[in-house]
C-alpha cells in the first residue's frame, strides 16, 4: 500500500477491493466513520472523484495514498459535524466549557416539514422553547474570563433533536413527549408524528455528532489541562410552561442545577457565593447538569453545574435582550469562572497529573 496512487483503479487495487462500493466500505471502516453514516465514492471523471461522508464531499486529488484518503475522510466527517455545533476555543490552559444547547431558532428545511405546526404556531413554540440570547451571554461571559473558556454551541433549534436529553427508554422527559426527539409542543400539543424511523434518522444525523464533538472537546480539555469543569448555560420563563415537571418549588433568579457526582459541595459553595449578588436557588425549578454520557458518573475529573437565568432579569415584555442587564451577569460569571478555572491546579497537582506550568506565571484575579 505504499507509493503514490495515480487513478480509481489504483486506489482500489491499494484498499484490496474490486468495486467502488466496497472501497467506500473499506474507507468507512479504516477511517473509523461514525456508525450510522455513510461514505460514498462519487466519481464523475478522470479529475473528478469525491470522498462524500453523508452530504459533505471532498475531492480526491491524484497523484494520493491511503493515509491522505483516510484523512480526507476524518475531515469530511468533522466538517458534516460543524455545520450544527460550534466549538468556539478558549485559552490552551482553560478547563471551563460553557454548553449553549438551546439558543438558537434554527430548523433545517427537511426537518421543518416533520413539523405538525403552522408559521405562527410554530413561532410560538420558538419562543416558549428557546433559550434566548444564551449565546450572546456566553459570549460575554467569555470576552471578560481571565483565561477564555471554551464554549459550544448548539446551533439548531432544540425542535431538532434535544441534545441535553437521553435517546434512550430512561429519560423521564419521554413522558411529556419530550426526550431526545420532541412529539409534543410546551403545551402538550403535537408536534410531530411518533415515527420510530424518523426519530432514529434525527438521532443519527444530528443528535450522535453532537454528543461526539462535545465528549471531543471534553477528552481533549482532560489530556491537555488534567481535568474538565462544564457549565450549562440556559435560560427559563418566570411563568412556568405547562410541560415543565416539577413547578411547585421556588423560580429564583438564577437556578443552578447540580448533580451528585459531578456538583461536589466545594463547588456548590463557591457558585453560590460568586452569585451572590443575585437571588440564587438550588435545582429548582430544574434539576441536574449535563455531562457527556462516556463521563457521566464515572470521571472525578470532569465536574458540572447548570446555570438557569430567568429570562425576565435580562430580556423585556417584548422579548428584546436588555443589553445593560447582561453586564453583571456577565461578571459575575466571569469572576467565578476565572476563579474556578485556577482551582483544579492544587487538586491535579496533588494527584501527580497536571501536565502543564502556564499557569503558574499568572497571579489570580
Ligand atoms: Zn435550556
Redesign the pocket.
Known amino acids: 500500500m505504499t507509493g503514490p496512487i495515480h487513478d480509481l483503479d489504483g486506489l482500489l487495487a491499494a484498499f484490496g477491493v474490486t468495486s467502488i462500493q466496497d472501497l467506500a466500505w473499506a474507507i468507512d471502516e479504516a477511517a473509523d466513520i461514525d456508525d450510522g453514516r455513510s461514505v460514498t465514492i462519487d466519481d464523475r471523471g478522470p479529475d473528478e472523484t469525491f470522498l462524500v461522508v453523508d452530504t459533505v464531499g471532498i475531492a480526491i486529488t491524484f497523484p494520493t495514498d491511503v493515509t491522505t484518503v483516510l484523512r480526507l475522510a476524518a475531515e469530511a466527517e468533522k466538517e458534516l459535524r460543524q455545520q450544527h455545533v460550534s466549538v468556539y476555543p478558549g485559552h490552551e490552559w482553560s478547563g471551563v466549557i460553557i454548553h449553549v444547547?438551546?439558543a438558537s431558532r434554527l430548523i433545517p428545511a427537511e426537518v421543518r416539514d416533520q413539523i405538525l405546526l403552522n408559521d405562527a404556531a410554530l413561532e410560538r413554540e420558538l419562543d416558549a422553547m428557546t433559550?434566548a440570547f444564551t449565546d450572546f451571554i456566553a459570549q460575554r461571559i467569555a470576552d471578560t474570563t481571565l483565561h477564555r473558556p471554551w464554549i459550544v454551541v448548539n446551533e439548531l433549534s432544540r425542535l431538532v433533536i434535544d441534545p441535553e436529553r437521553s435517546p434512550d427508554a430512561r429519560e423521564e422527559m419521554n413522558a411529556v413527549g419530550m426526550g431526545a426527539v420532541y412529539t409534543r409542543t410546551s403545551d402538550g400539543s403535537p408536534l410531530r408524528d411518533d415515527d420510530e424511523l424518523e426519530a432514529d434518522e434525527l438521532i443519527r444525523t444530528y443528535f450522535d455528532p453532537y454528543a461526539t464533538a462535545l465528549t471531543d472537546l471534553v477528552d481533549e480539555r482532560l489530556a491537555k489541562v488534567g481535568s474538565a469543569l462544564i457549565i450549562d448555560l440556559?435560560?427559563y420563563p418566570l411563568v412556568a410552561n405547562p410541560y415543565e415537571l416539577h413547578t411547585d418549588g421556588p423560580r429564583p433568579e438564577i437556578c443552578i442545577g447540580t448533580d451528585p457526582f459531578h456538583t461536589p459541595e466545594s463547588l456548590v459553595e463557591i457558585v453560590r457565593e460568586g452569585l451572590g449578588g443575585f437571588d440564587v436557588g438550588l435545582d429548582s425549578p430544574f434539576a441536574g447538569c449535563y455531562v457527556p454520557l462516556k463521563h457521566y458518573g464515572a470521571s472525578h475529573g470532569v465536574r458540572a453545574f447548570m446555570v438557569e437565568l430567568r429570562r425576565d432579569l435580562y430580556v423585556d415584555d417584548s422579548g428584546a435582550l436588555v443589553e445593560a442587564a447582561v453586564t453583571p451577569i456577565a461578571e459575575a460569571l466571569a469572576q467565578l469562572i476565572s476563579m474556578l478555572d485556577l482551582e483544579p491546579l492544587t487538586t491535579c497537582r496533588g494527584m501527580g497529573n497536571f501536565m502543564g506550568d502556564a499557569h503558574f506565571d499568572e497571579p489570580a484575579p
Do not use: A, L, N, R
Request: aromatic share 0%; no cysteine; charged share 20%.
Open positions: 444547547p438551546h433559550d440556559h435560560s
